[in-house]
């Protein structure tokens, strides 16, 4: 029997609730209370194929089975107003086995990979919101990078100027220090300050590719 994927649900209070693939970072979806937060995380299995592919983990991924929610947590205010995971799962706590750090670091480098590679190919100006709202390309760009290297990477002691992220030798290199920082606290059995280490690798993985799938269903590419 194929290997099931690991669910935890977080409900939020007002507006939205969230379900994450936790042992795959990034795999995290929402859907407004009400809805069916499993179903949307379901269609996003083939866009993240991609990513298990990229990190070279495409047939582990493809072998999985069926979603299994394992946990159900209440929500923060970041569930009901952002649609992002603000708890952490009951498995991510603690450390992990070498073999699990290899795959989420691996996963979190083909995040960024795959952040990058969709907005150096997607338009400039991208399609409208119902209300006429949303960034462009190069907005969701720089606030993406400013928001890992200003919140998260400090985590784990990676301090770099938030400007950095314009200059691409200058981000590839603050990348492969998060990296070396993240393992060294894995190989420490050391937390990302107040965060597990496995949390911070999916909210970093989870922020490249929520925006790297809106930079696609908002591309502007070849339309009149």
Same mark, same amino acid.
């Given at each position: 029997?194929?290997?099931?994927? !690991?669910?935890?649900?977080? %409900?939020?209070?007002?507006?939205?609730?969230?379900?994450?693939? $936790?042992?795959?970072?990034?795999? /995290?979806?929402?859907?407004?209370?009400?809805?069916?937060?499993?179903?949307?995380?379901?269609?996003? *299995?083939? !866009?993240?194929?991609?990513?298990?592919?990229?990190?070279?983990?495409?047939? %582990? #991924?493809? =072998?999985?089975?069926?979603?299994?929610?394992?946990?159900?947590? +209440?929500?923060?205010?970041?569930?009901?107003?952002?649609?992002?995971?603000? *708890? &952490?799962?009951?498995?991510?706590?603690?450390?992990?086995? /070498?073999? /699990?750090?290899?795959?989420?670091?691996?996963?979190?480098?083909?995040?960024?990979?795959? #952040?990058?590679?969709?907005?150096?190919?997607?338009?400039?100006?991208?399609?409208?919101?119902? *209300?006429?709202?949303?960034?462009?390309?190069?907005?969701?760009?720089?606030?993406?990078? !400013?928001?890992?290297?200003?919140? $998260?990477?400090?985590?784990?002691?990676?301090?770099?100027?938030?400007?950095?992220?314009?200059?691409?030798?200058?981000?590839? =290199?603050? *990348? @492969?220090? @998060?990296?070396?920082?993240? !393992?060294?606290?894995? =190989?420490?059995?050391?937390? =990302?300050?107040?965060?597990?280490? %496995?949390?911070?690798?999916?909210?970093?993985?989870?922020?490249?590719?929520?925006?790297?799938?809106?930079? +696609?269903?908002?591309?502007?590419?070849?339309? &009149?």
């Amino acid at each position: 029997m194929a290997r099931t994927v !690991r669910v935890m649900v977080e %409900q939020g209070k007002k507006k939205r609730v969230v379900a994450c693939a $936790f042992d795959w970072p990034g795999w /995290d979806r929402s859907a407004r209370i009400g809805g069916d937060a499993l179903a949307v995380l379901e269609s996003y *299995r083939p !866009r993240y194929a991609a990513v298990a592919e990229l990190a070279g983990y495409g047939e %582990q #991924f493809a =072998a999985l089975g069926r979603l299994r929610v394992v946990e159900e947590l +209440e929500g923060t205010g970041m569930t009901d107003y952002y649609g992002v995971s603000g *708890r &952490t799962a009951s498995a991510e706590v603690g450390p992990m086995t /070498d073999a /699990d750090a290899d795959r989420k670091m691996a996963l979190l480098e083909a995040a960024w990979a795959t #952040f990058d590679a969709t907005a150096a190919r997607v338009s400039p100006e991208l399609r409208l919101g119902p *209300r006429g709202g949303g960034r462009s390309r190069d907005a969701i760009v720089g606030h993406v990078n !400013r928001a890992e290297i200003g919140e $998260f990477a400090v985590k784990v002691g990676v301090k770099e100027p938030i400007e950095i992220w314009e200059d691409p030798g200058a981000l590839a =290199a603050y *990348r @492969v220090a @998060v990296v070396d920082a993240i !393992r060294d606290h894995h =190989a420490r059995g050391a937390k =990302a300050r107040t965060w597990e280490l %496995q949390t911070l690798i999916r909210r970093l993985a989870w922020h490249m590719l929520d925006h790297a799938w809106e930079l +696609e269903d908002r591309d502007l590419t070849g339309e &009149t």
